[in-house]
């Protein structure tokens, strides 16, 4: 078992997770090396967008689990809005999403509501209702610890390295992809959404708090590692 002596102990722990399953796992290695086929990647675009239009979801779940205060909802909710393009239609995420999948499966039809006509497959199924039964039965401070250190901690590490494997020559041989979804998250949103739940969690500073902080934390990026790990089989299987 971990000892955690300071929140920075906690941060540490998770960052070896998440390069250990995540940045050095199967799918990012792959993708890094553009060794994905176009085909490949369009199946990624497909599915990660279920992942992404559920996100908010899993936030309005952080709220449901949080102390009825405004210190802890506010800034879930501040972090719910940047999804919502804070009242800007043309800004939000499923529409900068849209932006992405549509330079990556152009041929797939979208909906009005960016969904597109494609079957979404369980291992995204599965992240997501990980993260919301997760919230569902949460104390607070495990409820901000998931979205904080088991999320927003690692993710805008993770989408810029996104951002940069999908920049790869092989993947803009027919077509251009657009990144913006992916840069814009790795450089503004989410380092302010992981500050955002830090100012919370590092009120908490009992061995115990930074115990139960990383089990929630580690519960939750490792649910997204097995996502990964899930979608690379997927692509795989679609042949090259
Ligand atoms: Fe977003
Ligand atoms: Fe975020």
């Known amino acids: 078992?971990?000892?955690f002596q300071s929140y920075e102990d906690v941060e540490r722990a998770i960052d070896e997770l998440v390069e250990k399953e995540i940045i050095q796992g199967r799918f990012m290695r792959t993708l890094l090396d553009g060794a994905f086929t176009e085909e490949q990647i369009k199946e990624f675009a497909l599915q990660y967008s279920y992942y992404s239009r559920n996100f908010p979801r899993t936030l309005g779940a952080a709220i449901m689990a949080?102390?009825?205060?405004?210190?802890w909802w506010v800034p879930l909710a501040d972090n719910l809005w940047d999804e919502g393009g804070r009242g800007n239609p043309e800004r939000y995420h499923s529409r900068l999403y849209w932006t992405f999948l549509t330079s990556a499966a152009p041929d797939v039809p979208t909906n009005e509501k960016y969904v597109p006509d494609w079957p979404v497959s369980p291992v995204v199924?599965?992240?997501i209702n990980t993260l919301i039964q997760f919230l569902k039965v949460a104390t607070p401070l495990e409820?901000?610890?998931?979205?904080?250190l088991g999320s927003e901690f690692f993710a805008g590490r993770v989408m810029g390295l996104i951002a940069k494997g999908l920049q790869h020559p092989n993947?803009?041989?027919?077509?251009?992809?657009?990144v913006r979804f992916w840069s814009i998250h790795a450089d503004e949103h989410e380092p302010r959404h992981y500050q955002l739940c830090k100012d919370v969690l590092k009120r908490y500073q009992d061995p115990k708090d930074y115990q139960l902080m990383y089990r929630a934390g580690s519960y939750i990026a490792r649910s997204e590692?097995?996502?990964?790990?899930?979608?690379?089989?997927r692509m795989m299987a679609i042949g090259r």
Not at 143 to 148: Q, T, V, W
Not at 225 to 233: F, I, V
Request: hydrophobic share 35%.
């Open 125 to 127: 199924e599965e992240a």
């Open 171 to 178: 993947y803009n041989r027919s077509r251009k992809l657009d």
């Open 225 to 233: 590692a097995r996502m990964y790990d899930g979608l690379y089989e």
């Open 143 to 148: 409820a901000m610890a998931a979205i904080g």
């Open 66 to 71: 949080v102390l009825p205060e405004d210190d």
């Open 1 to 3: 078992m971990n000892d």
